[in-house]
């Protein structure tokens, strides 16, 4: 016990010393480095387009749905087999056809399931695709002019996504 | 690029990656915890805490410093939770309730990382800082020292002495987890992780939670923790932006679990008895991803619980490698798994995490089955077993035995107590078979020191908090008293030679062997459970 309680002390200066290097020293250090040109507006996810914002009106693109209630981040958690999220995912599989105006089978799985964060700013070409019409007949844009705007926010080397955030500025720009 | 392909391209990489990595890596390990000097840092440390750093001590005094810098670790967690509202940076998120602290202080010290708590709403910059952060670099140097102790158990003979703790901990810490957290927090801002010191960001006119993310997060992979900075984990675009962040965190998971076997061959002599190691843990490894990645690939909704950027190959890749250390950062909600992909998770925490496990605890988990395979063996060929020129008698096979069984121990009374209480149903987020694979993978998580979680269970009620508090307390500890004291018996032993009844421990005879022994100790104990559960699930 006589030495337990030795190791304890000392463990408690050791653990006050690095405290003081792993708990302030290092994070600061790496937060300097942040400030650097170059880093600094990743660190402060300034004009971020790294995660999804829901934007009220037809004119813009919709993200996945998220089950997150903000500012938490996170997902629905529903295994696959919970016929309860069954009927939920079959609703909105329901609302987006009819907001598309197309049939039920088009609709994209990623239109329908809800991201891990929440907050996932992309979607499928295919979820892109169908939305085209629906934006450029409410934002006045050309068909085209739409088509060209998802191409430029669209990009990924394994798996080709289209950034939402990056695509509704752009209608925002294209319609200011 | 097809899925199939861009997801094969991807664990490519990886594999690259730690190939290069692997005998630099092992090797600057090695010579970290031979090296007779002290850096002027780490004499200065010393000197504060009146420690002499050339006296050794024997496995019983290493063992108390353990327990006794875990037991100050979690004090000091819990008391600045409590009063997190003096902190500056706090945010007006308040004091921690006491379960919440209780729990969350043994979960950063056990490097367990399970998490209670919603970071965005109650965990200020200056906990997660100085205390969670802390402990995601000692907890890690703590596994880390316990497994080069066992090491020298190994190397060493006819001694009591087993080295320093407070030396082997400093070190790992200082000249190994420090610089590359360093580095490669940096390469992650650079490709887009955030570090900030506000609490938001306003995006398009939503407010999003921001934090100091980028230092922690390089810590939080490479010290196999496994804590969220946010809620979404490295599902969480600040946290995880983007395709290339994904494979640098899997990287980082996954780096120095792997390069301890070449460590440990180093130390021993012999690179081929790492290499055996290593080539056992690829196996299972391989076999998991291919288990949880084909599952997921087939799912009714695959993409339910995973972000986009990442894809269904990119999210399993990421599953076997958090669950296969004892990480449990998630990319992906393995709650949304098939019953197949989400059982593929919890077995592989199930094998006790050593495939390749933790950050110093994958190796020592791993030589302790090795010490189990080759009793069996002796055990069949009826002659006192041996590993690397020790006899395994008696007191060496019951410290590997206590080791192994303490985890599926509190696992099972844990999760047994819990699937019984009536409190539990409401707690649960999915009905059925489903539902008890929830809890059962909570209580594996707790008492292997994952932290991952099928994240529907809401785990908040004090039975949750402490009971996981306990089990995530005993899963850490135990194993770590009982390799240290094997470790002692080891050291005091001589060496036995090789003679041509020594049964070679570094060939496909022994690597057989040590699969078999880690699938069917896991299988053995789980089935039961696991039928129950995921096994039920992915029947119907």
Redesign the interface.
């Known amino acids: 016990m006589d030495?337990?309680?030795?190791?304890?002390?000392?463990?408690?200066?050791?653990?006050?010393?690095?405290?003081v290097?792993?708990?302030?020293l290092?994070?600061l250090?790496?937060?300097g480095?942040?400030r650097l040109p170059?880093?600094h507006d990743?660190?402060?996810?300034?004009g971020?387009t790294?995660?999804a914002?829901t934007?009220e009106g037809d004119k813009y693109f919709v993200p996945?749905p998220s089950a997150?209630t903000?500012?938490?981040?996170?997902?629905?958690?529903?295994?696959?087999?919970?016929?309860d999220y069954t009927k939920v995912?079959a609703e909105r599989r329901v609302a987006v056809a009819q907001r598309e105006g197309v049939s039920e089978n088009q609709v994209p799985?990623?239109a329908v399931?809800?991201?891990?964060?929440?907050?996932?700013?992309?979607?499928?070409p295919e979820y892109a695709a169908l939305q085209v019409p629906r934006v450029a007949r409410a934002s006045g844009l050309p068909v085209e002019k739409v088509r060209e705007l998802v191409a430029a926010s669209t990009g990924?080397?394994?798996?080709t996504?289209v950034n939402v955030?990056a695509l509704?500025?752009a209608i925002d720009a294209a319609t200011r | 690029m097809s899925p199939l392909v861009a997801g094969l391209v991807q664990a490519g990489i990886l594999v690259a990656a730690l190939a290069v990595v692997y005998r630099p890596l092992g090797d600057h390990m090695a010579r970290v915890f031979e090296h007779k000097s002290h850096s002027k840092l780490e004499k200065a440390i010393y000197r504060f805490a009146r420690i002499d750093p050339d006296a050794e001590q024997k496995w019983s005094t290493y063992a108390y410093g353990v327990l006794g810098f875990s037991l100050v670790g979690i004090v000091f967690l819990y008391v600045i939770q409590r009063l997190q509202a003096l902190l500056p940076f706090g945010f007006d998120r308040g004091n921690v309730g006491p379960a919440m602290a209780f729990n969350t202080a043994i979960s950063f010290v056990t490097n367990t990382n399970w998490q209670s708590y919603v970071p965005e709403a109650v965990m200020g910059h200056t906990v997660q800082m100085i205390g969670l952060t802390v402990q995601n670099f000692v907890s890690a140097a703590v596994g880390l020292a316990v497994a080069v102790a066992l090491i020298r158990g190994f190397v060493r003979h006819q001694t009591d002495r087993l080295g320093n703790f407070w030396v082997d901990l400093t070190r790992g810490t200082i000249r190994i987890l420090l610089p590359i957290a360093f580095v490669f927090a940096v390469v992650l801002i650079a490709l887009g992780v955030t570090m900030s010191l506000k609490s938001g960001v306003d995006v398009d006119g939503q407010t999003i939670a921001n934090a100091p993310v980028a230092s922690q997060e390089a810590i939080k992979e490479l010290g196999t923790n496994g804590g969220g900075v946010l809620n979404a984990n490295s599902a969480h675009p600040f946290e995880n932006p983007g395709e290339w962040t994904n494979l640098v965190e899997i990287f980082l998971i996954l780096v120095i679990p792997v390069s301890l076997t070449r460590t440990f061959g180093r130390l021993v002599g012999q690179h081929r008895q790492g290499y055996v190691l290593l080539s056992v843990m690829a196996t299972i490894w391989t076999a998991m991803l291919a288990v949880i990645w084909g599952a997921e690939a087939s799912g009714l909704r695959p993409l339910e619980g995973k972000e986009l950027r990442f894809g269904i190959a990119g999210s399993a890749i990421f599953a076997d490698a958090t669950t296969g250390t004892s990480t449990g950062a998630v990319n992906s909600l393995h709650d949304s798994y098939t019953g197949l992909g989400g059982g593929g998770a919890l077995l592989n925490m199930l094998f006790g995490e050593m495939t390749p496990g933790g950050v110093g605890t994958g190796i020592y988990s791993i030589l302790v089955m090795a010490v189990i395979a080759m009793f069996l063996a002796g055990l069949m060929v009826g002659r006192t077993p041996e590993y690397l020129g020790k006899k395994l008698g008696r007191k060496e096979v019951t410290a590997a035995a206590v080791s192994i069984l303490a985890m599926p121990a509190v696992l099972l009374v844990g999760a047994g107590i819990t699937a019984i209480l009536p409190s539990t149903r409401g707690a649960l987020n999915n009905p059925g078979a489903h539902g008890l694979s929830e809890i059962l993978y909570a209580y594996a998580s707790a008492s292997n020191n994952n932290g991952s979680a099928f994240g529907g269970i809401t785990a908040t009620s004090d039975w949750f908090q402490s009971s996981l508090g306990l089990c995530m307390l005993f899963g850490r500890f135990v194993p770590i008293i009982a390799v240290l004291a094997l470790a002692g018996s080891l050291a005091a032993q001589k060496k036995v030679p090789v003679t041509a009844g020594t049964l070679p421990t570094t060939g496909p005879l022994f690597a057989s062997l040590l699969t078999g022994s880690i699938v069917l100790v896991a299988a053995l104990t789980f089935v039961p459970a696991l039928a129950l559960g995921p096994i039920a699930e992915a029947l119907q």
């Open positions: 030495n337990f309680l030795k190791q304890s002390w000392a463990g408690l200066r050791i653990l006050l010393a690095l405290t290097l792993l708990g302030v290092y994070p250090a790496v937060w480095v942040s170059g880093l990743n660190a402060e996810a300034v971020t790294l995660v914002v934007r996945r997150a903000l500012p938490a981040s996170g997902g629905s958690n529903k295994g696959e087999l919970n016929e995912v799985q990623d399931t809800a991201s891990a964060s929440g907050l996932d700013p992309h979607i499928s990924g080397t394994f798996t996504t955030t509704n500025r």
